[in-house]
Nanobody, 119 residues
Framework: QVQLVESGGGLVQAGGSLRLSCVAS????????MAWFRQAPGKEREFVSD????????SYGDSVKGRFTISRDNAKNTVYLQMNSLKPEDTAVYYC????????????WGQGTQVTVSS
């Protein structure tokens, strides 16, 4: 497992932008698939985006396609989530997660960072 620490959340008006960061400690970061999930009050956890170890393959949840961009810097053990054109429905706690190479399970999770979008 790796330890993950998210940052960058906050309060923003609708239409604004935020960039989340997730710093990992541990040796397998560069080989892991990294992802962002989110959970709003009273709702189930939702997949936001993931990025493969090389950074060349990414995927996004339907609700954020075209607005959010995931990236990673393996030299800095960091994964980012650039969030543009934010909507009130994007309000949630955002979690970073790591899935070891060849694993099917995200086994490491951060503590979460709150994103609040006001209308």
């Amino acid at each position: 497992q790796v330890q993950l620490v998210e940052s960058g959340g906050g309060l923003v008006q609708a239409g604004g932008s935020l960039r989340l960061s997730c710093v990992a400690s541990g040796r397998y970061f560069s080989s892991a698939t990294m992802a962002w999930f989110r959970q709003a009050p009273g709702k189930e956890r939702e997949f936001v985006s993931d990025i493969y170890r090389s950074g060349g393959i990414t995927s996004y949840g339907d609700s954020v396609k075209g607005r959010f961009t995931i990236s990673r810097d393996n030299a800095k053990n960091t994964v980012y989530l650039q969030m543009n054109s934010l909507k009130p429905e994007d309000t949630a706690v955002y979690y970073c997660a790591a899935k070891p190479f060849l694993s099917t399970t995200y086994d490491s999770w951060g503590q979460g960072t709150q994103v609040t979008v006001s209308s």
